[in-house]
Structures are given as C-alpha cells and as structure tokens.
C-alpha cells in the first residue's frame, strides 16, 4: 500500500451529510469520507486506529492512515504504533509508512518499540528507524544493538547500520557478531554491512 498514492473514489456524498455515524456505514465511500471528521479532533488518532483495526476496504484504510499522517502529534504516532502487532500484514505496513511521515513524532516512540516483548515489533522499530532523518535513530539503533537478543531483530540492524557514518556503528556491529557466533545468517549479514563501511 502506497500512503501517499490516491485511492480509487467513488462519488462523494455532500460534506453535510458526513458524520461521525458515516464510520460504520456500509458504503466505504462514505467511510472514507468521514476519517476526514477526525483530522481537527483531538480524540481523532484513536478513533481512526479503532476504525483501521476492523476495517477491510483498501481505499478506506488508506484514507484513514492519510488523516493519522496529517494530524502528525504524539498520540497520531502511537495509535500507527498500535497496529504494529495487527495480525494482517497490510495494516502494518501501512502503520509503518504512516510513522516514516511524521519523522519527530515517531522517533519519540522507539525506545517504548525497541522494548517491546515481541520481537517482530522491534524489528518494525529498526525498520522505521532506518527511514528515519533524525541522528538519534543511529544512537538508538547502536544502543539497540548492544542488548537485542533475538537474531532476526539483530539482522535488521546490521542492515539498518552498515556504512553508517554514526560513531560507534562499525563497533557495534563487530560486537553483535561476537555475541552471536553461532548463528551463521546473523553472520553474513553483519558481514555485508560491514563490507559497506568499506565501500563507502
């Protein structure tokens, strides 16, 4: 799912006639129009992610993840956060990309991700990271990389940091792979990122 790309509109009902009830009518043209209601709202970020978590219509999603960028506050980045551990692939991709669109916000939140118990989040936190202009997501994901236990997680931070200019990355990557010399595809990929330390 493309966030910044329009989805396919039908024919919108006139701007009065859209409410708050227009969440749960049957037709999605209206409930795409109706995300709209919450954009000035300051309850609008969990109603819309209550919205994302049982809706099934590609276009309404899309709207409502578009209305979570434009809010852009703290609580608009961890209702996207939330859907993180939804269990359908599309809406974590779309929360991941709804994050990457409000940079500063989303940086507050990666130590809360990078502690989360489940490991495919913190590995969502490195991703999200990654995209990230701020020079504290490099701090972050070298400070990450000194604790992460989990090997998958620790792959996506080699990736995250290799050819990094972040002071500390390249020893942080050698230090990963010292704490985990058993695992042979961590080791290729720290391998890789180092390699682009060199090739930079």
Do not use: Y
């Not at 990355?169 to 390699?195: K, N, S």
């Amino acid at each position: 799912m493309g966030l910044l790309k329009a989805g396919s509109r039908s024919a919108e009902a006139p701007a009065h006639m859209v409410t708050v009830a227009s969440l749960v009518d049957p037709d999605p043209g209206l409930r795409r129009q109706a995300v709209q209601v919450f954009v000035g709202d300051p309850g609008g970020p969990a109603r819309l992610a209550d919205l994302l978590h049982g809706e099934t219509d590609a276009s309404v999603r899309q709207a409502a993840f578009l209305a979570l960028a434009a809010i852009s506050t703290r609580a608009a980045a961890e209702a996207a956060a939330g859907l993180l551990s939804h269990p359908d692939p599309a809406l974590r991709n779309g929360a991941l990309e709804t994050l990457a669109a409000m940079p500063d916000h989303a940086a507050a939140l990666l130590d809360t991700l990078g502690r989360e118990v489940d490991p495919d989040i913190r590995s969502f936190a490195v991703l999200l990271a990654a995209d990230l202009p701020a020079p504290e997501a490099a701090a972050w994901l070298i400070a990450l990389a000194e604790r992460e236990g989990d090997a998958n997680v620790c792959a996506h931070i080699a990736e995250a940091l290799g050819g990094s200019i972040a002071a500390g990355a390249r020893a942080a990557l050698c230090a990963m792979a010292a704490r985990f010399a058993g695992e042979p595809q961590l080791q290729f990929a720290i391998e890789i990122a180092l390699r682009r330390f060199d090739d930079a």
